[in-house]
């Protein structure tokens, strides 16, 4: 995270922490909704597949485990919208709420992450069953390329996250004077 600067702080207006101005359960509606959604067409998905085909893949495990991460995310997220300031202003955050603020963005970020992730690696493995039977080649190495590209970037994201939290929590320890 940046530092802000001094001539940015002097132009915020005056904190009201008592009774900010805040974004309402609109963030609350939104996830209520798309998370019934979600739930419901994984539902059908896993009766179609279940109970139609009589058959699973992989394709499916990775699905449930994209839905349960997101699930996961949108818990912490609604937990920081109400309990740590993340539906008001900056300048109407007090100062004791800023670190457990950050480490709820430090899971979220974890979160979004395996949730976006397993989504993709679902729609690979459904394309692996898809071509199962053909004879395309080229097609099953794109796959490849594609399923070792994401989970490169399941492991750059999460050390990204990571090693960024740890960067910025040992600038922000006081120095005891011998850095040097």
């Excluded at 709820?104 to 459904?126: D, E």
Aim: some cysteine.
């Amino acid at each position: 995270m940046r530092d802000i600067p001094l001539s940015v702080y002097r132009d915020w207006p005056t904190p009201d922490y008592q009774s900010p101005p805040t974004r309402g359960n609109a963030l609350l509606i939104v996830n209520i909704i798309f998370l019934a959604l979600v739930t419901l067409s994984i539902v059908i998905r896993l009766w179609s597949r279940f109970k139609v085909k009589y058959q699973s893949g992989m394709d499916d495990v990775m699905i449930i485990l994209a839905y349960v991460f997101t699930i996961g995310m949108t818990a912490v997220v609604l937990l920081a919208n109400r309990n740590y300031g993340w539906n008001r202003h900056l300048w109407d955050v007090p100062v004791h709420m800023i670190e457990e603020a950050n480490r709820i963005a430090f899971v979220a970020k974890i979160m979004f992450t395996f949730a976006s992730s397993f989504t993709r690696l679902s729609l690979i493995f459904l394309y692996y069953r898809l071509i199962r039977d053909t004879n395309l080649r080229w097609y099953s190495w794109a796959l490849h390329c594609s399923l070792a590209f994401n989970i490169m970037i399941i492991i750059s994201f999460v050390l990204l996250v990571v090693f960024t939290c740890m960067y910025v929590f040992a600038r922000s320890k006081p120095s005891n004077g011998n850095d040097h």
